[in-house]
């Protein structure tokens, strides 16, 4: 299985008008905006031999602050586990170690010209262990391991009436050819065709992840060997999808909010 190969700072500030209209024309011919279920290589086309019927909702930005869709990546699986806190597997009741990180992601849709919180709205999230492993596949990257079965690191949650999400887990780690990030998928109705769907992935400052990755049990890997900017995925869009992260007594909080263009 080929993972993908692919200074930074939050991008939170509203645009004016021209920028608004600038900013849809480069997106909508954006490779990074088609959806796709493979993560191509630095320089690749995205591959869309797989592309869903299902329609997508793109990002866009009044209020609301402008986030990309980027590719969905080999490593989704609808394990349908509705948790806030993604830590545990649930075969065994293992806990993967990593410094806390508590992701409060805030959802709205594009009505009419306004902003307003999007609730009902499925999301999912999924990522890496501390080492670079992904649960319930054949990880030959991360560690080694045949984690098929396994499910940490992975779950969803329904938004509540403002809009809002709030998980449990990690900073992730890091395997070769892609820079720290986190998988993230909403849906709206999962369970037919005919819901909206946003696919994308977070990101994180280099100079944190450094500081994080000097700890154990991150430090067992080494050092990283790919950062943002060296990361093919990331330089499509990733400077508007790292997290805002501020330190909290056990160990990161962050936040994320997301327009979505619904029609």
Not at 98 to 117: A, E, F, K, Q, W
Not at 155 to 164: C, F, L, N, P
Request: with cysteine; hydrophobic share 35%; charged share 25%.
């Amino acid at each position: 299985m080929k993972r993908d190969t692919a200074k930074e700072t939050p991008v939170t500030r509203s645009f004016n008008r021209r920028e608004v209209l600038n900013l849809i024309v480069a997106t909508a011919a954006a490779p990074f905006l088609r959806w796709t279920r493979g993560e191509a290589a630095p320089g690749e086309p995205i591959n869309t031999s797989t592309q869903t019927p299902r329609r997508t909702a793109t990002a866009t930005t009044l209020s609301c602050v402008v986030r990309p869709q980027q590719t969905e990546g080999p490593y989704f699986v609808d394990e349908k586990l509705n948790r806030s806190d993604i830590r545990s597997d649930p075969s065994d009741g293992s806990v993967r170690e990593g410094v806390p990180l508590r992701l409060v992601l805030h959802v709205y849709r594009i009505d009419g010209g306004s902003c307003t919180p999007l609730p009902g709205a499925f999301v999912d999230i999924w990522q890496c262990d501390a080492l670079g492993a992904y649960s319930d596949v054949l990880d030959w990257v991360g560690s080694f391991e045949d984690k098929r079965g396994k499910k940490f690191l992975r779950g969803y949650q329904v938004t509540d009436e403002s809009g809002k999400v709030v998980f449990m887990t990690i900073y992730p780690g890091w395997y070769p050819g892609r820079t720290v990030h986190i998988h993230f998928k909403i849906r709206t109705d999962p369970a037919t065709e005919l819901g909206h769907e946003f696919t994308s992935q977070l990101y994180f400052d280099d100079s944190l992840t450094d500081q994080v990755h000097a700890q154990s049990p991150y430090a067992a890997k080494g050092r990283r060997t790919t950062t943002n900017a060296a990361d093919g995925i990331f330089r499509r869009g990733g400077i508007q999808l790292i997290l805002n992260l501020v330190k909290d007594e056990q160990g990161y909080m962050g936040t994320f909010d997301i327009g979505l263009q619904m029609t």
